[in-house]
């Protein structure tokens, strides 16, 4: 069966430090992946996908970036930074089939910036 | 760009009553709507899935009906139970890419 593994649960970090977070897939081969924001009484906001190693689009331009080292490894990144960027950081991976397509979440990493 | 309205933002409701939930979207080019499940501090737990060319999915105590004419879809959770409080989240799949609402927070009081 799949999983989808986040870590770190959580994290504080001051404004003008680096991020890196990671998450990992098993289970399956070739998943599209996506990196997710989940802003204090928002809703969630898609902020990269890829569809393969290296193969990464953004959704919306912020202080944050990603990488596809391998096939089931995504991180999420930042040089720097800021208040804004806190949040609840969720990754997913989806498959799509012959007549449906799901996706399925990890548990989270909840970010403070401080 | 799709619209993804959920209404109620926050519903409570007692022990044994059947629990309503509403998501409306503005474009019905859709691939498919997926429903989740969002505990405090968690993840997300897909609940049901309909794709673009079905009416309605059930399992067990939970139904979900798509109407794309009007752009609207309900997930029916009958008799309700302290452990379906959580929030209820519709998304809408265009080719990969999930357009979330907002949610609905749901307390069920025993």
């Known amino acids: 069966s799949q999983t989808i593994h986040q870590w770190p649960a959580t994290l504080v970090q001051p404004v003008g430090s680096p991020l890196s977070l990671e998450c990992t897939v098993e289970g399956t081969s070739n998943p599209n992946l996506y990196w997710y924001r989940q802003a204090a009484g928002r809703g969630l906001q898609l902020l990269f996908y890829s569809i393969g190693i290296d193969q990464i689009s953004s959704e919306v331009p912020q202080n944050l970036s990603a990488s596809r080292p391998q096939d089931r490894q995504f991180i999420l990144s930042s040089k720097k930074l800021l208040l804004s960027d806190s949040g609840f950081y969720l990754c997913a991976w989806g498959v799509r089939g012959l007549t449906s397509y799901e996706q399925y979440f990890g548990p989270g990493t909840r970010l403070t910036v401080t | 760009k799709q619209e993804v309205t959920q209404i109620p933002a926050a519903l409570s409701v007692p022990e044994g009553e059947n629990l309503v939930l509403n998501c409306s979207f503005t474009d019905s080019a859709i691939y498919n709507l997926q429903w989740f499940r969002q505990d405090p501090g968690k993840g997300l737990t897909s609940l049901l899935l309909i794709q673009s060319s079905q009416r309605e999915q059930t399992s067990g105590r939970l139904n979900a009906s798509l109407d794309k004419s009007s752009g609207r879809s309900t997930l029916y959770i009958a008799a309700s139970q302290p452990g379906d409080s959580a929030t209820y989240l519709c998304?809408?799949?265009?080719?990969?890419?999930?357009?979330f609402g907002a949610g609905t927070q749901v307390v069920v009081t025993p």
């Open positions: 998304a809408l799949d265009s080719w990969g890419k999930l357009q």
